[in-house]
């Protein structure tokens, strides 16, 4: 058995504030520990009511649940501040009991103040991501590594996606895989299976069918997540629509060609090579003269001169404005090639302006043959055929 004073030394030592009340809250005795949390000794906190210790806005509760308790409850908890006057607020846990037949109430209090800010911050951490999933133009995804993907977690933005609700996914009545594309199930797999192979994230994009059977394309960023013995738990990403990119970039690359297919019949049409006579090629030159032109123009010349067997080119130069070194250049370049594949070049058509252009700018064009206009160069041309017939 134990002694009389047994159940007061508990009390006294217990080291949780406790505090036994009378019916009207105010506090008959208290422990050497609630003293300490009142911030008083243990002789001034008899005769206090309970609710001067209680932060303010918690004071209703706790006065109904200690009417609760007077009306015959024998026992109720509860969650509210300790608050002296002139000191901070901690959250506690209060027990109470109240003894059949005993007009008085034991409160047991247990400081639960760090427990109440970490399910604070683990609620306003729950609050942010919900806020930003709810905000995500697209979903993100927790699922099992496994051919159909069986989803463990989908966020809200999966019904705009695929027209199906996280719930659907959850409970495996709709499986992410049988949406894939048939033709790129096998890739997405073996994909992803390299990547988590190696310990990588996976990036994607593929096709999938909506519910209502849209085909949409997809962009999805992912990784595996292991245990700590290195085990597969599952894999988690997120997934994007990219429908509208892709088309754009197919239509863009579309534009590409075709511009492509342009600039060529441009540079075909500013490069016309004509075959005037058996063995004479005539190359009528306009406008200005860059590199790009004149590489186009020499590489399609000396195909010409190859595929005709020509022996004669003529470069006629009447439609040419400006003549520089640069365009010097080009041009003995462009001779010199067609000289070396067997055939004879000549320059025609220079007018005046730009010969005294040439001579101005000191260009020199000793050494490449020229003619008056392009009926001399034509007829030069046309004597040499016949003269190497006869030969």
């Not at 997540?225 to 579309?254: K, P």
Request: proline share 5%; glycine share 8%.
């Amino acid at each position: 058995m134990f002694s009389p004073g047994f159940a007061e030394r508990c009390f006294s030592l217990h080291p949780a504030p406790q505090a036994l009340l009378r019916p009207d809250g105010s506090i008959a005795t208290a422990n050497p520990a609630l003293a300490r949390a009142a911030g008083v000794d243990r002789e001034r906190v008899r005769d206090v009511h309970i609710a001067e210790l209680v932060h303010l806005d918690d004071r209703p509760q706790v006065a109904s649940c200690l009417g609760d308790l007077g009306r015959g409850e024998q026992a109720r908890s509860w969650r509210a501040r300790l608050q002296p006057p002139g000191a901070g607020a901690r959250w506690m846990d209060w027990s109470a009991a109240a003894p059949a037949g005993e007009r008085v109430v034991h409160v047991i209090l247990h400081d639960v103040n760090q427990l109440h800010e970490a399910e604070r911050a683990a609620r306003e951490r729950e609050r942010f991501l919900s806020s930003v999933f709810s905000n995500l133009v697209g979903m993100v995804y927790r699922c099992r590594n496994e051919p159909d993907w069986p989803l463990e977690f989908i966020t809200a933005g999966c019904q705009q996606l695929t027209g199906y609700s996280p719930e659907q996914y959850v409970d495996h009545r709709v499986m992410y895989g049988h949406l894939i594309h048939p033709e790129d199930q096998a890739r997405v797999w073996d994909e992803v299976q390299a990547a988590i192979g190696v310990r990588r994230p996976f990036t994607l994009r593929y096709r999938i069918r909506t519910a209502e059977g849209e085909e949409r394309w997809v962009y999805e960023q992912g990784c595996g997540i292991h245990a700590e013995d290195g085990a597969l738990l599952a894999l988690e990403g997120y997934v994007t629509d990219v429908t509208e990119r892709v088309r754009a970039e197919r239509s863009l690359a579309e534009k590409l060609r075709l511009i492509e297919a342009q600039a060529e019949a441009i540079r075909n049409l500013s490069t016309p090579i004509i075959e005037v006579w058996d063995g004479v090629l005539i190359l009528p030159i306009s406008g200005s003269v860059d590199r790009e032109r004149a590489n186009h123009m020499t590489e399609a010349l000396l195909d010409a001169v190859v595929r005709s067997g020509s022996s004669h080119v003529i470069v006629d130069l009447t439609g040419v404005d400006i003549i520089d070194t640069e365009v010097a250049s080009h041009l003995m370049k462009m001779l010199d090639a067609v000289r070396m594949l067997g055939a004879q070049g000549v320059l025609s058509g220079i007018r005046p302006e730009v010969a005294r252009t040439i001579v101005a700018l000191g260009v020199d064009l000793s050494r490449l043959p020229t003619r008056n206009g392009l009926r001399d160069a034509l007829l030069d041309c046309i004597r040499a055929r016949s003269r190497a017939a006869r030969a």
